[in-house]
């Protein structure tokens, strides 16, 4: 009889992490426990001092993810009731572009006194929106000049990335810029002190670090330093040699296997993001097939053999989920989250008496009085960027909208336009993929609202005209980055030696959604319509917005001040 193996993925999420326990004979999830970060995410008041953070800022305690970790995989070993000893490996995945600076031994620089007081010195979540400025000037610079990387990523930079965030670090924290040794992605460092060595990935350089093997990695210091000077410095900062998706980054250290409860040695692969790894999770290997990865936001990844630049792409990778293929990324910097703003602010009470009063909550409420009505009944049209625009507008200064209400406008008409403001969204994102020639011949959802929110799932169906197919587990990135540390652990340690092979045990489809045809028609109206409200505030008017949250972050940094 073979003897069991099972491998451990862990990962970390916006507000929590989560570690699941994978049967690598059958991908059975065997136990599976989360944690809350102990300071959650921080976008309000500063800890340390009680000072209020500028508008758009949120960091986390590089601190908590170590803590949460320990407690996680400590646990989840306890709930599988397994033996350690058959853990042959350990992946990971994180959100991205999330940043942590670090010293010379890779301490994180908010660990160490001389700088506890400064929130730069802290992990930028990769939520912070505070670097737009920053970031609409190295796009209008790279546009000037011609610059190719920004062509991998639809031709603009996120705020939420790397340069951004770096560069408004070199600027306004010059002492903590110069102090950072090293300046990694979460995952990353996390890998490295799992470890014992700096060991970087190849998908998060390639994503959100503007890097690109094809027309020679970073982009130049000559345009880096025509930011600002020294900002070039940034390149010492900053990884060069990578790991691809699946490789073993090391062996774990003594240390942390005591620590975790884990042997030591065993393998730990490289990180990855969060949704990257769900690919695998919900065992998508080849080019056609899209993956929503649907959470606080929602992520578009597919694969391709060969490279199309399409507008509005947030990336465009080699080997950045598969190797030996290119892979897309994009995506709706709001969705999850923008229910939940909506829930927790915008409900009356009443709304919430009655739930409680059916025993369900404010969501499932909203939801069963949202799906009574036809398309386009609420009257109400929504503009779906309350945080901001990732897809082909990459402008996280844009912000939602609301066309259409009137005196007789209830909570649920609103719920409504806010799912068909989300579909459309996507139907913008799918549309674009086609247009550029890359064909999307199936769509797979995963996360909380794919299992959560049918009637989400439904109208994203019926307002793309074809079928969402459910990933079962609803820890798909978990699984993922389980399975991920299995390949690095490779099939002599009992692992898999090819992503096909890992993909076998990925989680099975629970339920598809097909396209009620009556409403099809009825959504490609209300699309047209849509689309006319993207284009007005998204190019020809899009000042209107940028100038509202230009005010308002003047009036709250001014408060700040006071």
């Known amino acids: 009889m073979a003897v069991a193996t099972y491998a451990i993925g862990v990962d970390f999420g916006t507000e929590a992490c989560r570690a699941i326990v994978v049967d690598l004979s059958d991908g059975n999830e065997v136990g599976v426990v989360s944690l809350a970060y102990p300071h959650g995410v921080v976008d309000d008041l500063f800890p340390e001092d009680?000072?209020?953070?500028?508008?758009?800022?949120?960091?986390?305690?590089?601190?908590?993810?170590?803590?949460?970790?320990?407690?996680?995989?400590?646990?989840?070993?306890?709930?599988?009731?397994?033996?350690?000893?058959?853990?042959?490996?350990?992946?990971?995945?994180?959100?991205?572009?999330?940043?942590?600076?670090v010293d010379a031994h890779d301490t994180a620089l908010a660990d160490l006194a001389p700088y506890a007081s400064n929130p730069h010195a802290y992990a930028k979540l990769w939520k912070d929106h505070s670097s737009q400025p920053q970031a609409s000037r190295i796009n209008a610079a790279a546009l000037e000049r011609g610059e190719k990387f920004v062509d991998y990523y639809g031709g603009k930079i996120s705020s939420e990335w790397v340069l951004a965030k770096t560069?408004?670090?070199?600027?306004?924290?010059?002492?903590?810029?110069?102090?950072?040794?090293?300046?990694?992605?979460?995952?990353?460092?996390?890998?490295?002190?799992?470890?014992?060595?700096?060991?970087?990935?190849?998908?998060?350089?390639?994503?959100?670090?503007?890097?690109?093997?094809?027309?020679?990695?970073?982009?130049?210091?000559?345009?880096?330093?025509?930011?600002?000077?020294?900002?070039?410095?940034?390149?010492?900062?900053?990884?060069?040699?990578?790991?691809?998706?699946?490789?073993?980054?090391?062996?774990?250290?003594?240390?942390?296997?005591?620590?975790?409860?884990?042997?030591?040695?065993?393998?730990?692969?490289?990180?990855?993001?969060?949704?990257?790894?769900?690919?695998?999770?919900?065992?998508?290997?080849?080019?056609g097939e899209m993956l929503l990865v649907m959470g606080t936001s929602v992520c578009n990844l597919m694969l391709a053999d060969e490279r199309e630049f399409v507008p509005g792409v947030a990336g465009l990778v080699s080997d950045?989920?598969?190797?030996?293929?290119?892979?897309?990324?994009?995506?709706?910097?709001?969705?999850?989250?923008?229910?939940?703003?909506?829930?927790r602010n915008m409900v009356p009470a009443e709304y919430v008496e009655r739930a409680n009063a059916e025993s369900k909550s404010v969501y499932e409420l909203l939801e069963e009085m949202a799906a009574r009505m036809q398309p386009g009944e609420s009257g109400v049209m929504a503009l779906d960027w309350f945080n901001g625009n990732r897809a082909t507008l990459m402008d996280s200064h844009l912000s939602g909208l609301l066309v259409g209400m009137t005196l007789q406008t209830k909570p649920e008409h609103i719920y409504r336009a806010l799912i068909e403001g989300s579909a459309f969204g996507q139907r913008i994102i799918v549309e674009a993929f086609r247009d550029a020639g890359v064909p999307v011949t199936r769509l797979v959802a995963c996360g909380g609202l794919a299992s959560r929110a049918p009637l989400l799932i439904q109208t994203l169906a019926d307002v793309l005209g074809m079928e969402i197919e459910v990933s079962r587990s609803e820890q798909t990135p978990a699984l993922g980055a389980a399975l991920h540390g299995a390949l690095a652990a490779g099939s002599a340690e009992g692992g898999f030696a090819y992503f096909g092979d890992a993909s076998r045990i990925a989680s099975p489809i629970a339920v598809t959604y097909a396209p009620n045809k009556s409403r099809v028609k009825q959504f490609d109206e209300l699309f047209a319509l849509y689309r006319r409200l993207y284009e007005q505030f998204g190019n020809e008017e899009r000042a209107m917005m940028h100038s509202l949250r230009a005010h308002a972050s003047q009036v709250s940094n001014n408060k700040t001040k006071e």
Request: charged share 15%; proline share 6%.
């Open 50 to 101: 009680g000072s209020k953070l500028p508008r758009d800022w949120a960091i986390q305690y590089p601190s908590d993810y170590l803590t949460v970790l320990e407690h996680c995989v400590q646990g989840v070993l306890v709930q599988a009731e397994i033996d350690p000893a058959s853990v042959i490996s350990l992946g990971l995945d994180a959100t991205a572009c999330t940043l942590i600076p």
């Open 167 to 287: 560069l408004k670090l070199a600027e306004e924290a010059p002492e903590i810029f110069a102090a950072a040794e090293r300046i990694y992605e979460c995952g990353d460092w996390l890998v490295s002190t799992l470890v014992g060595e700096e060991t970087r990935s190849a998908a998060v350089a390639g994503y959100k670090a503007s890097y690109q093997a094809e027309i020679g990695g970073y982009p130049t210091a000559d345009f880096l330093e025509g930011l600002f000077p020294g900002f070039a410095d940034v390149l010492g900062k900053l990884g060069w040699d990578f790991l691809v998706p699946g490789q073993r980054a090391g062996g774990l250290t003594a240390q942390w296997a005591q620590r975790l409860g884990l042997p030591p040695g065993i393998a730990v692969g490289a990180s990855n993001m969060d949704a990257q790894v769900a690919m695998l999770g919900a065992g998508i290997s080849k080019p």
């Open 320 to 343: 950045g989920i598969v190797p030996g293929y290119w892979a897309y990324e994009t995506g709706q910097a709001g969705v999850g989250d923008t229910f939940g703003w909506y829930v």
